[in-house]
């Protein structure tokens, strides 16, 4: 029984101090405009348009910025590089392909480490 007991109290110990990591959403996969694309309580900081996948149409690059600053768990580099502990606003990168037809704007893909965020880089 006092094995069971320490089992139990390690499970609630460990589920306690648990950090909860933060989870991107999904970007919207389909919109006419750059308006109906945008995510909720994220802004639109930076919008690209041109013909990336050859078709003669203006594709849609957009960045997205959470509006709530949040802490993340990160790493840089190889596997073996430190994890840090960041507070900052994540960013989105959604990329966009225009369906000639439809008018619509289709989700390619969405990458969510590649922008970097407000405070990360050098200085000059």
């Not at 390690?10 to 750059?34: D, N, R």
């Not at 909720?40 to 690059?61: M, R």
């Not at 439809?102 to 990360?120: V, W």
């Amino acid at each position: 029984m006092k094995v069971f007991n320490f089992f139990l109290l390690m499970l609630v110990a460990q589920i306690s101090f648990a950090q909860k990591t933060f989870l991107f959403p999904k970007v919207k996969p389909l919109g006419v405009s750059v308006e109906q694309l945008t995510i909720n309580n994220w802004t639109i900081i930076e919008t690209a348009n041109g013909d990336l996948n050859n078709d003669g149409n203006d594709d849609l690059a957009i960045i997205f910025e959470s509006n709530k600053i949040t802490d993340e768990t990160r790493t840089y580099g190889d596997n073996n590089s430190e994890i840090i502990k960041e507070t900052q606003k994540p960013r989105i990168l959604a990329i966009y392909f225009k369906n000639k037809v439809t008018g619509n704007y289709q989700l390619s893909t969405q990458n969510n480490d590649f922008i970097l965020r407000s405070e990360e880089g050098g200085k000059l």
